[in-house]
């Protein structure tokens, strides 16, 4: 563990907690937090140097412009788009995914995630991520541990066993973006008896790439077990240069302070505890400012929310296929709340917007009266 100390933030608490998740870090009252810099990806300052993860099916515009507005959030990540698929699409002269919806013209700083084992494909797409979309990061998925991108395709976490073609690809990418940086998602390795993640920080450097985010399990680990955070940490002693970033089951303002004290992070991703809680990267930032933690919005403010959540969905995708597609973004917001069992079986049945708005009514968990 690498401990640093210079300014000592307390343990930051909000006034409820409906998730009933614990804001105490674990085994200790304060942490010795030294102020915590901007990360720095290539020419990009990220401040704060807390990272939304890409997540496919669910880190869409609509979410990404709702975490966005309640701020707190250095840099944001689309869902992977297959970079093969991407190139089909470009010689069918077909319209581009879902998946890159309003990449064109949402706020920057922005990063765009591509998977791939092809090396040429990859740097194809990343060029033209770069030059038609103006993206502020193109990051590769080395992560993946489903099988229809690892058996199947022989990409995302899979690569993690063919460190060369890593190299290849990185390399032809960061030379086809420049001056936009290229950063890489890996976890620990593919099983844990083959955790390669130190040798692979090497590979990921020498290549070009401008930052390293680690997710702290193996891709046989799937999202088994905790995150192991010390190995996350021992991968700091194998760069030189670039910056680390940490990822795993941050799910509170005080993990997240816990992860800048205690693991050599230089910043840290979060994934599926802020899509129901959009507001946890807001919470994060100013915990690792020292500043009060903004308390969790009443359950009417996260219902109202929710509830914009939807009208950008259906803005895009209409009404009938936006509230089929909102129905498992409203359970994320449900999830932990009183009542959610109930909502999620009522609201996994809604087919138009007077049937979602019913049952956001009758069963969204509610305040308790004062
Ligand atoms: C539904 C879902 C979709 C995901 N999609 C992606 C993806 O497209 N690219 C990626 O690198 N990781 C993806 N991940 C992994 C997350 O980015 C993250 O590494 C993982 O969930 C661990 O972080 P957490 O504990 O904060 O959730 C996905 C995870 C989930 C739960």
Known sequence: MVNRSVLTISNPTVNSNPTGDSWETPGE????????????????????????????????????????????????????????????????????????????????????????????????????????????????????????????????????????????????????????????????????????????????????????????????????????????????????NIPLIGNGDLDSAAKVVHAFANYGVDGVMIARAALGRPWLFAQAAAAIRGLPVPPEPTLAEQKTCMLRHYDLVVERFGVQKGTQLMRKFACCYAQGRPGARMFRTKVAKVESPQEFYDVVEETFPKDDPE
């Open 29 to 240: 009252k304060s942490e010795n937090l030294t102020a915590v810099k901007p990360l720095k990806i290539g020419p990009l300052e990220i401040d704060p140097p807390i990272l939304q993860a890409p997540m496919a099916g669910f880190t869409n515009f609509a979410y990404r412009q709702v975490v966005r507005e309640f701020g707190g959030v250095g840099l944001q990540a689309t869902e992977m788009v297959n970079a093969r698929g991407f190139v089909w699409l470009d010689e069918h002269e077909a319209e581009h995914p879902d998946r890159l919806w309003g990449v064109r013209d949402e706020d920057r700083p922005l990063a765009v995630q591509i998977w791939d084992n092809d090396p040429e494909t990859m740097a194809k797409v990343g060029r033209r991520l770069v030059e038609e979309y103006q993206v502020s990061v193109v990051d590769i998925n080395f992560g993946c541990p489903v099988k229809q991108v690892t058996q199947r395709a022989h990409s995302g976490s899979y690569l993690l066993k063919e460190p060369e073609r890593m190299h290849a690809i990185i390399k032809g990418l960061v030379a086809a973006c420049s001056p936009t940086p290229v950063t890489a998602k890996i976890r620990l390795g593919c099983t844990r008896k083959n955790a390669n993640a130190c040798e692979i920080a090497h590979v990921v450097e020498d290549a070009g790439a401008a930052a390293l985010t680690v997710h702290g399990r193996t891709a046989e680990d799937y999202f088994k077990g905790n995150a192991d955070w010390d190995k996350i940490a021992e991968i700091k002693h194998h760069l030189n």
